[in-house]
């Protein structure tokens, strides 16, 4: 299917526990995005990704690595998670204007 | 830099009643500006755009018009439905690229 997918959609994980949240698009979109959907917050930029192997900060990066080894894939792991990062996750990715994925709520408990 | 100010929500209305969300910008240059909706559940999905001064996006009934004289670009809808019910995002894009810059986002509420 074309479009931009993410998963897993939900996710439970514990405190310290590494987990990586997929991102799949079939545009061939040279950007590619990371957010964070927080109460109180709107949407915040993680990592952006502007073509393969080429990533670069937003304005929430601590805690989070991200890497981009083909076009179409664009993976965010957070390496120790922390409660402070329950929340819900959008990846986009941007032609003319920026398409999103459908979330993934993550809890940490 | 960029910034992007929006109404604060919850907007409550009932059905056929005329929608105005208001958005405000700051920016250098002379940036795209958009209008995202996310229903429950989803992710944004873009409603409309306008990329010049002057410019009406529309789409679905709804229409925003670039004001780069009071920096606004304010959404309308002239009759809500209950399926309008969703969160809308005002945005920019600068000239430098492919980054959008959100509002906070308001939540709107269409009773029967």
């Known amino acids: 299917d074309a479009g931009i997918t993410q998963s897993p959609r939900y996710k439970i994980t514990e405190t310290g526990r590494q987990v990586t949240l997929m991102c799949h698009q079939t545009w061939s979109h040279s950007y590619m995005f990371w957010y964070r959907q927080d109460l109180g917050h709107g949407l915040r930029l993680i990592y952006y990704s502007a073509a393969a192997d080429i990533t670069d900060k937003g304005e929430v990066p601590d805690g989070y690595v991200v890497s981009r080894s083909k076009t179409e894939n664009f993976p965010l792991t957070l390496e120790s998670a922390t409660r402070s990062q329950t929340s819900v996750y959008f990846c986009a990715s941007a032609g003319h204007e920026q398409y999103f994925g459908p979330g993934t709520r993550l809890t940490v408990t | ?112």
């Open chain 2, 1 to 112: 830099g960029n910034s992007v100010t929006q109404m604060e929500g919850p907007v409550t209305l009932s059905e056929e009643a005329f929608l105005t969300i208001n958005c405000t910008y700051t920016a250098t240059g002379y940036p795209s500006l958009f209008w995202y909706v996310q229903y429950p559940g989803e992710g944004l999905q873009l409603l409309l755009k306008a990329t010049k001064a002057d410019d009406k996006g529309s789409n679905k009934g709804f229409e925003a018009t670039y004001r780069k004289e009071t920096t606004s670009f304010h959404l309308e809808k002239g009759s809500v439905q209950v399926s309008d019910s969703a969160v809308y995002f005002c945005a920019l894009r600068n000239d430098a690229g492919n980054m959008l810059t959100f509002g906070g986002g308001t939540r709107l509420m269409v009773k029967p």
